[in-house]
């Protein structure tokens, strides 16, 4: 469906049907994909990181975790991970994420208004008993969601704020393929009852809206 | 001197040099806070940008509030109460419905809060974001796992932020009786704007 490679500092914007599986790879080990989700139906509901981690009470996300929206719904699952170093913490950072994540959403007519805080993916940020932040750099792998609404997918591959090492990232791979939205009996959406609910919320927006 | 009931929004601007003090009357009351500079409200609070800019999770004295836009907005000038949140966000509605099941949907939550009191300065949904929440306590264990546990406050104890450009405050004073981060009791807080 999709398929796009990101250098260092690009960004790209696509629709994602209902089911539509993304993956994104690391392939040169320095890339730092970070992501931004909208419901495409109704784009003032968007991802929300706060809820996302709290709802499921963990900040450092894998397979079978779901991102949530501020309207308590799924509008992602990721279904896939060999990396397990991401960010729900620091966000793009200000000086090269954010312009051009305001870049992608100018072009389905959204603007910086409707810029949330972003997760990170392929850089792991890690919170000691202080709170202080650590960066774990090790790069490499790959991350695959699922969208369980149609969705705009937001990302731009620049080096994450905390990268002392400012690092020029290494190509980001976009693929997409068609699929269908976590099933009924699917074990990661039965993980737990607060998941459980959000998928259910999910499909209340899918049925009513058909 | 304002005294903010239990449950209810508050708004309001703070002038460039001025303060914003926050007051916890009753003990272990969150406060749920979005900043937005005056001027131009798109440019806000960012908690992503704050705890990046200081390696931190926890907000206390000394903590620069930075803004989406990466400027520095606010600072911590006084905290009797140690720690403050800015991972957990605001209690909603509809992330009601997930924490606690779908018969609390229609008790009172933050987000109500924020949109009714930013309705009267042109603030919707789109304009919410991450927030600050004065007075709760929430840690993180080393595999990643979250906890919203008894707070660390007490009453009397104090936050003081010093706006560094003018800006609108946004306040939701939570009214959250799920868990812990009220006590299980809302309670009133007191806020206090003090011009430069």
């Known amino acids: 469906l999709w398929e796009e490679t990101l250098e260092d500092g690009q960004y790209a914007i696509h629709r994602l049907g209902r089911g539509t599986v993304v993956r994104l790879e690391d392939v040169g080990a320095e890339a730092c994909a970070h992501v931004m989700v909208h419901h495409a139906d109704l784009p003032s509901e968007r991802l929300n990181l706060a809820d996302t981690t709290k709802v499921q009470w963990q900040l450092y996300p894998t397979t079978g975790s779901v991102l949530l929206s501020d309207r308590g719904r799924v509008l992602m699952t990721i279904v896939g991970d060999t990396s397990g170093r991401h960010d729900t913490i620091c966000g793009a950072p200000t000086a090269t994420g954010r312009p051009r994540l305001i870049l992608a959403l100018a072009k389905v007519g959204l603007d910086r208004r409707d810029l949330a805080p972003s997760i990170s993916f392929f850089k792991g940020v890690r919170v000691g008993r202080d709170g202080a932040l650590e960066l774990d750099t090790t790069g490499g792998g790959n991350v695959e969601l699922r969208a369980e609404l149609d969705v705009y997918f937001s990302v731009v591959n620049v080096a994450h704020c905390l990268d002392g090492r400012y690092p020029v990232c290494t190509p980001l791979r976009i693929t997409a393929r068609p699929g269908e939205p976590t099933a009924a009996d699917d074990p990661r959406r039965l993980a737990t009852p607060e998941i459980e609910r959000a998928f259910l919320n999910t499909d209340d927006w899918a049925g009513c809206g058909r | 001197m304002t005294e903010v009931a239990a449950r209810a929004p508050w708004s309001g601007l703070i002038a460039a040099g001025g303060t914003l003090a926050i007051t916890d009357l009753g003990g272990n009351q969150a406060v749920d806070c979005l900043l937005y500079v005056a001027d131009d409200t798109q440019e806000r609070y960012c908690a992503h940008t704050t705890m990046a800019a200081q390696r931190n999770i926890f907000l206390t004295a000394g903590t620069v509030l930075m803004s989406n836009e990466g400027r520095a907005i606010a600072t911590i000038v006084e905290d009797t109460c140690g720690r403050h949140d800015t991972i957990g966000g605001a209690c909603s509605q509809e992330s009601n ?28 949904k789109r304009d919410l974001v991450s927030n600050i929440n004065w007075f709760m306590n929430v840690p993180v264990e080393p595999d990643g796992t979250m906890g919203i546990v008894d707070g660390i406050s007490s009453p009397g104890l104090r936050v003081v932020v010093r706006a560094e450009v003018a800006l609108l405050a946004l306040i939701s004073n939570c009214p959250q009786i799920n868990n812990p981060c009220n006590g299980f009791n809302p309670t009133p807080v007191d806020i206090t704007v003090a011009e430069p």
């Not at chain 2, 008790?107 to 309705?119: D, I, K, P, R, T």
């Open chain 2, 97 to 124: 419905t997930l924490r606690y099941g779908h018969h609390t949907k229609q008790q009172h939550a933050c987000v109500e809060n924020f949109l009714a009191e930013g309705s009267r300065w042109d603030l919707g």
